[in-house]
């Protein structure tokens, strides 16, 4: 199983990202697929997750309204559209599958290499 994280970069606060993470080994379609970040010194965060063959989708409530999780399932790939983006956005941002649909780290039994984003002006 891989998760391939794309997308990170700099960006000024109240800007957009999108990011992507393409997964390939699993069934994708019944396979939860969420997004994590870790800040320095701090917890790593479930932000969002998605099972895409029935849509269904968990947010955080510091994303909930800004960031949206989308899939593509003819491509294995899920997005992170992240719009207004805040300083305290900045983190390693990380993919993950798991048969669960959660918030929890734990449950993931598979990650990908992380991706940067700075929201700085």
């Known amino acids: 199983v891989q998760l391939q994280a794309c997308g990170g970069g700099l960006v000024q606060p109240g800007g957009s990202l999108r990011l992507s993470c393409a997964v390939s080994?699993?069934?994708?379609?019944?396979?939860?697929i969420a997004w994590f970040r870790q800040a320095p010194g701090k917890e790593r965060e479930g932000i969002a997750c998605i099972v895409s063959d029935n849509d269904d989708t968990v947010y955080s409530d510091s994303v909930k309204g800004r960031f949206t999780i989308a899939s593509d399932n003819a491509k294995n790939t899920v997005y992170l559209q992240m719009n207004s983006l805040k300083p305290e956005d900045s983190a390693v941002y990380y993919c993950?599958?798991?048969?669960?649909?959660?918030?929890?780290?734990?449950?993931?039994?598979?990650w990908g290499q992380g991706t940067l984003v700075t929201v700085s002006s």
């Open positions: 993950a599958a798991s048969k669960s649909l959660s918030r929890r780290a734990a449950l993931y039994d598979y």
């Open positions: 080994g699993l069934t994708f379609g019944n396979s939860a």
